[in-house]
């Protein structure tokens, strides 16, 4: 699977993760030139995860990206559907409950979490609307979700720029540093086929959540979503 549609079979994407998990953290440094840290930042900030909140974070592959919410003092589940992922990480931190689920069909009681969150893997989810109304189903009455997701840079010519960036340079790229460089041209098209900004805001709030906002990191190549679940 190389092509990016909306038609995409959970088993071949969990497939395709599995295939780069072991360099996964490394190529992702590499291919956004160190900006995925800060967004991974950004991200903690919005989560604000207090001690003994918990915390849902879907897509989690090797853990990376739960580690900021562990260190609050947090209760927090790395959850995916790429068991090569989640392999690499518990033999990384085996301390941290990993566990395998799909993103729209969530092993979770309902009002479970305080929180959840999921950075850059809606994109990847078969049923992106099946899995934001999963996540307001476990998430508790207050309670919150944040999105982190590639998106669309506002200013016009640098979204030309970006695009050229993201089918000429990022392959090859991949290529040189990946174990499996066709799921990063996957990744490039589904970026490309991506909603825009208010697009996923309106589709967070058909979904169930209120008082939806975003902001926009480097420039819009990526916008982090937020919004609360009626008390």
């Known amino acids: ?41 950004e991200v903690a900030k919005a989560v604000d995860a207090r001690p003994a909140q918990k915390v849902l974070d879907l897509a989690a592959g090797t853990g990376t990206s739960s580690m900021p919410f562990a260190r609050t003092g947090a209760y927090v589940v790395p959850c995916d559907f790429s068991l090569g992922m989640l392999r690499v990480g518990k033999r990384r931190n085996a301390w941290l409950p990993f566990t395998a689920g799909d993103a729209t ?19 990847n989810v078969q049923d992106f609307d099946a899995a934001l109304r999963e996540m307001h189903r476990v998430t508790r009455p207050g309670g919150r979700i944040v999105i982190c997701e590639f998106s ?66 480097s420039g819009g190549i990526v916008a982090v979503h937020r919004g609360f679940k009626k008390g």
Do not use: C
């Open 152 to 217: 669309h840079p506002t200013w016009a010519p640098f979204r030309t720029v970006y695009t050229e960036y993201l089918m000429r340079a990022l392959p090859p790229t991949a290529r040189a540093v990946s174990s499996n460089p066709d799921a990063y041209v996957y990744l490039a098209e589904s970026i490309r086929a991506w909603p825009d900004q208010p697009a996923l805001a309106a589709r967070l709030q058909k979904a169930g959540w209120t008082r939806v906002a975003w902001r926009n990191l």
């Open 1 to 41: 699977m190389t092509r990016a549609s909306l038609d995409k079979q959970p088993h071949e994407v969990a497939s395709m993760f599995d295939g780069v998990a072991e360099r996964y953290d490394l190529t992702n440094d590499v291919l956004s030139l160190g900006q995925d840290r800060r967004w991974r930042k």
């Open 105 to 123: 069909r969530l092993p979770f009681k309902d009002d479970t979490f305080d929180a959840v969150t999921i950075s850059f893997g809606l994109r």
